[in-house]
């Protein structure tokens, strides 16, 4: 037996046409969907990640702003490029790419965003929401981990989850949506003593840790789904994931490659968040 492979880019590029789909739907009441991408400084790979999402926009039919700022830009200048941009009709989310120059503090900057606009659902607002099961928009890598349970018929409802890994970013958040969506969720981290054991009840496995190839086979329950958004780089220039897919494929019923699971459906999130902020600008249900 060998787990059925959960393609993230297949089932990302089924989200896109459907955002597609329903922003030309809107373009006739002159609706159009549109997102601020702010990157400050020269980091290479924030610079690739804005000019994805800026691809992105172009092809969904997206309006789309890229800010390129300086690293000398001040706090200051950034937050008031943030208050225009909160006030600009013709944008629906506002991303400010992370991590920021060290002399720019990450949560003035976040706070800054206004609820409706922050797509990243990062705002201390969206994330008080989340947990209290109120209209928010969700962080895009979580909300992508639960879209791949649902589309491949693993509905996380009535089983045991267990996450490893607690950030802001993931941990934290994707625990919430599984408890949202009734599974019963375990949270476990660096001191989590006999992480294997804690591992082994689980029905779906959420790994979140920036440990390569931390999850072995005989971690895993026979046909558990193992969902690994690690992705790390090794000495040879290769991406892994958090789990050691060779030794946990033959055991798991389900699992994602890395790359092609959970990477792909991020920048799709961050699309239909942008969407539907523009829906709920414009009223639309
Ligand atoms: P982080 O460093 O902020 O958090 C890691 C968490 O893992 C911490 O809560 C820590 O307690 C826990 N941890 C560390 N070592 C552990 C161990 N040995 N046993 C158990 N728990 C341990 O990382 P993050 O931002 O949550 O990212 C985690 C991974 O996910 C990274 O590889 C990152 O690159 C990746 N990531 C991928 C995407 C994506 O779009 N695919 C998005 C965000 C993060």
Redo the contacts with the bound molecule.
């Keep these: 037996m060998s787990a059925q492979i959960i393609d993230g880019k297949r089932i990302a590029a089924e989200i896109r046409e459907e955002i597609k789909r329903e922003t030309e739907s809107f373009a006739a009441k002159g609706v159009r969907p549109g997102l601020a991408v702010v990157l400050v400084g020269e980091d290479p790979a924030s610079q690739v990640y804005v000019r994805n999402k800026a691809k992105a926009c172009e092809e969904l039919g997206f309006y789309s702003e890229v800010h390129r700022l300086s690293a000398e830009t001040t706090q200051e200048e950034l937050l008031s490029l943030i208050a225009r941009l909160n006030a600009q009709a013709d944008i629906n989310g506002i991303l400010v790419q992370l991590p920021l120059p060290k002399h720019i503090e990450e949560k003035a900057v976040i706070d800054a965003i206004a609820v409706e606009k922050d797509v990243d659902g990062f705002h201390p607002v969206s994330v008080g929401n989340l947990l209290i099961g109120d209209d928010a928009l969700q962080p ?2 979580p909300s ?1 981990v639960i879209e791949l349970l649902k589309r491949t018929g693993n509905a996380p409802a009535g089983k045991h989850a267990v996450v ?8 934290k958040p994707v625990s919430i949506l599984l408890l949202r969506e009734h599974a019963t969720v375990t949270i ?5 003593p006999d ?1 294997p054991a804690v591992v082994r009840g689980a029905d779906i496995v959420v790994a ?4 390569p190839k ?1 999850v072995k086979g005989d971690w895993v329950k026979p046909g558990a789904v193992v969902i690994d ?4 780089r090794l000495p040879d220039g290769k991406l892994c ?2 789990v050691d897919y060779e030794d946990v494929a033959p055991v798991a019923g389900w699992i994602t490659p890395v790359p092609g699971g ?2 792909p ?2 920048i799709t999130m961050l699309m239909l968040n942008t969407l539907n902020s523009a829906k709920a600008a414009h009223g639309i249900a």
């Design positions: 895009c890598t992508g490893i890994g607690r950030s802001n970013i993931v941990g476990c981290h660096s001191r989590t992480l979140a840790v920036g440990v931390l958004v690690g992705v790390n994931g958090d959970v990477g459906m991020t």
